[in-house]
Each structure stands twice: as C-alpha cells, then as structure tokens.
C-alpha cells in the first residue's frame, strides 16, 4: 500500500495547500485551514485496470411520453400561484429546486405556504426541519394555516444518510430541506455548513431524488460576499435555483428563476409580506407607484424588464454639498460602480458638477436593480436634485447611457412603452432605436445623448 500523505484544506472555501497557514489565500478567511490526510493512488493505476460490468442500454423510445421512470406524471401543479408561476407549472419528479436569499427574506415561509398547499390536496410531504425547531415550524404553519393536514411530516434527524433512506422508503410527494447547510454526512469532513459537508450533503440528496423521483427543495442561505452556501457549491449541482431578494424592512419581495434546467428563466414574480405569508402582487407596477411623490425633486420613473415583465420603478437620488474634502457616494438597490461612472459622464458630458457634491441614490421599494436601461432615469434624478427643480410627473426615462454620453438601445423598448401607457404617462425619453411602435396619446422622444435628454 502507498504511504498516506496530507493536505491542508479550508474549510470555507475548499481550496487546498500543501502546507499550514492561518490566512486561506484563497478566500482571506482566518483559521479555516486544517490537516487532512490523503491516500495517494498506487503506482501502476490506470483507467484500462479499473473493472466495472457494462452499463444497460435502454432506448429512450421505450419512455411513456409524460411520465417519469417510476410512472409519476412529469407536470405536477403544486397549487400555490408564486411557484407555479415560476415552474411554469412544471414541478418535475425528481428535481432538485434551490431557493436562496438573505436571512429574513421568507425562504421558509414561502415553502412552507408550498407544504401546506399541497398536503391540503391530498400530497405527502416531508420537511426536514434542521436549523428550526419543529415546534418553531409549527408556529408558522398556525400563523399561516387554520387547520395543519395530517400528510404534512418533519424529520429532525439532519444526517444527508437518514434523509435519503427516508425518501426512498416513504417516497413522498415532496421533500423540503431547511436548510442545507443544517445538513451533515460523515463522509466529508468539517462541520455541517462547510463547504465539504454541504457539497458531500448534496449530493447524497440529489442522486436519492433522481434515483426516488421524489421532487426537493433545498434552502440555502447567502453569505456576505453574495454567494449561496459558498462560492458556487450548489448551483452546479440542483436543477433549478430560485432567488428571493428585497430589504427585511421593506414588504416587498422578488423571486426570480436564475437556473432552470426544466423550462424558462424569464419569469419573475413580486410578492407582499404580509401576516398570512407572502402574497402575489397582480399589479407590480402599481404598487410600486402607489406612494410616489410625483411633485418632488430627485425623483424619476423608470421601467426595468424581470424576465419578459416590465416593471415600473422609483429612482431617486439626493445631491447635497459635501461636509469633507471626499463626497460621499452611496447606492441602494443600484450598483454603486456604475453610480460613479454615471456621475463622471454627467459631469463630462452633460455639464452637471458634482465633483464637490455629496449623492445618495436609491431605488424605492427595496429591491436591487440589475437593468441598466435605468441608466437614463437616474441621471434625470440626479439632474432634477440638483437644479432642485422637479420632474415632469406624467414623464419617465429608459435607456442605457454610455461613457461617452451616448444613449445606447435596450431590449424590448415596446413592451416597456406599452407598460409607461398603461400606466398613465404621456411623455417617454428613450433612445433612438428602429421600428418603435407609438402609442396614441403618447409622445417618444427619441436622443440620442445624455445632454439631449436632459435638455
């Protein structure tokens, strides 16, 4: 047998030195690096030596259309609006669903609103409860449920092993995993949440659903750096990742579709926290408008695509002279990289100086905002603040500003048009673009640079 060698290995990120030290070089955690020891493969090893019987051939003609290989129907509704609207009410068995966000942004009170709705319809559902308690989940399903079903199950046991012999001897309609990182197997080493237990967890998890077709969802937690459960640990591995993002102070929620393996990933859904869980909102757009200050300075409208919606958003910016020899930039809901290269381009090619100036800039409702073709609504923000004059209130901006003060075309400019109609505004900015269909009653100006816009 070959000598057994060591290795060092973070247990936060994973990475791997062939000596000890108390910072990872790697992800610049402290006191994460631990020995272990490896067993070398033996000279002579090769892929020729390893023997295995051949696999069975099975032609996929021979699959009934519509089920799955344990006669399961492949299209399952699950009953609540928010995951159906997302699946595109497609709940695959055997799929393995992953649904991350922010500590308090109602991970588990979104599928726990799912367990109840379908043990309400006859399905078996088992939640593993690892990071609450049971009777804490209980609590919940009481706030959110007059009546709990007797087909509605927990597991306390938060072994990956335990788990996966439960699903394969109950095959339950669901399984719920809150969360993975509670879960632990002691064929990884590390404690529960590390990388390697999580990975190892996983995994375990995932080839039980496949192999039970029973469909999962895992929740998984962000870290600081954005990541869920680590530096992209989960996401290689399940089917489908669902992110809830928004502000623990705010009520409103957005769940996006960031993986799907099963159908499309441009749907998007805003939710209301509300005492009873979180409800789907009908009308985004309106809600977000609904306590606008339409006649005060730093405010402008724009519309941002959520997949294929378009959403209606606040932008609003406050331009105040800097109390130090350094302004103060700082963004909510936007980056705030592009917050200072949209300041530098105003100030470039628009004339406007804020070089001395402290910027505050926000997106109302608490959500952030990937969509740079609100590009063009924060720069009339920043304008409107500080020229303290207000915007039009029956105006709003689209478009994507480049460094040289160029408006730049966004995608679906007529989808957004239809949305600022409906809503009520008659002036639209936006950048020239080709074959754009006008509405009646409403006036598109199309620029073509930042100082055109604003003038």
């Not at 319809?121 to 079903?149: C, F, H």
């Not at 998007?268 to 979180?278: A, K, P, Q, R, S």
């Not at 505050?360 to 409107?384: E, H, K, M, Q, W």
């Not at 109609?421 to 409403?442: A, Y």
């Amino acid at each position: 047998m070959p000598k057994p060698t060591s290795v060092h290995v973070c247990s936060k990120c994973d990475a791997q030195f062939p000596k000890w030290s108390g910072r990872c070089e790697s992800c610049g955690a402290w006191g994460t690096i631990s020995k272990e020891p490896t067993l070398p493969k033996a000279s002579g090893d090769s892929a020729s030596e390893i023997k295995a019987a051949p696999a069975k051939l099975t032609p996929f003609s021979q699959l009934e259309r519509g089920t799955s290989d344990v006669g399961r129907a492949t299209n399952v509704k699950t009953g609540l609006a928010a995951i159906d609207t997302i699946l595109g009410n497609n709940l695959v068995p055997g799929s393995v669903t992953l649904i991350a966000g922010e500590p308090g942004m109602g991970k588990s009170t979104i599928l726990t609103e799912l367990a109840l709705k379908m043990a309400e319809d006859g399905k078996k559902i088992i939640y593993v409860t690892g990071e609450e308690s049971p009777s804490q989940i209980n609590l919940r399903l009481k706030r959110l449920s007059e009546k709990i079903p007797d087909n509605l199950y927990f597991v306390e046991d938060t072994t990956a092993e335990a788990i996966s012999a439960t699903l394969e001897s109950e095959k339950p309609d669901l399984a719920i995993i809150d969360s993975i990182q509670s879960i632990k197997t002691p064929e990884a080493s590390g404690e529960a949440g590390s990388i390697a237990q999580v990975k190892a967890s996983a995994a375990i998890l995932t080839q039980t659903a496949k192999k039970t077709s029973v469909p999962v969802f895992f929740v998984g937690q962000v870290t600081k750096d954005g990541d869920i459960a680590g530096p992209r640990v989960l996401e290689h591995v399940v089917d489908t990742v669902l992110s809830l993002e928004g502000d623990r102070l705010h009520r409103f929620r957005i769940l996006r579709v960031t993986k799907n393996r099963f159908g499309s990933t441009d749907e998007t859904v805003l939710l209301d926290m509300t005492e009873t869980g979180l409800k789907i909102v009908e009308d985004p757009s309106a809600a977000m408008m609904q306590d606008r200050p339409a006649t005060a300075p730093g405010s402008a409208i724009g519309c941002v695509l959520e997949g294929r919606r378009p959403l209606l958003v606040e932008l609003q910016a406050l331009v105040t002279p800097a109390g130090y020899s350094q302004p103060t930039r700082r963004a909510t809901g936007l980056d705030s990289t592009r917050l200072n290269m949209l300041l530098a381009v105003l100030q470039r090619h628009a004339g406007l100086k804020v070089y001395d100036k402290d910027v505050y800039a926000n997106v109302a409702g608490g959500f952030p905002i990937r969509d740079p073709a609100t590009d063009l609504a924060l720069a009339a923000a920043i304008a409107s603040a500080v020229s303290n004059k207000p915007l039009n209130p029956k105006t709003a901006y689209f478009g994507e500003i480049g460094l040289t003060g160029e408006l730049r075309p966004v995608p679906l400019p007529d989808l957004r048009i239809k949305e600022l109609t409906r809503m009520g505004f008659d002036t639209i900015i936006c950048p020239k673009m080709k074959n754009l269909k006008t509405p009646e009653g409403v006036q598109v100006v199309q620029v073509k640079t930042i100082s055109e816009a604003l003038g």
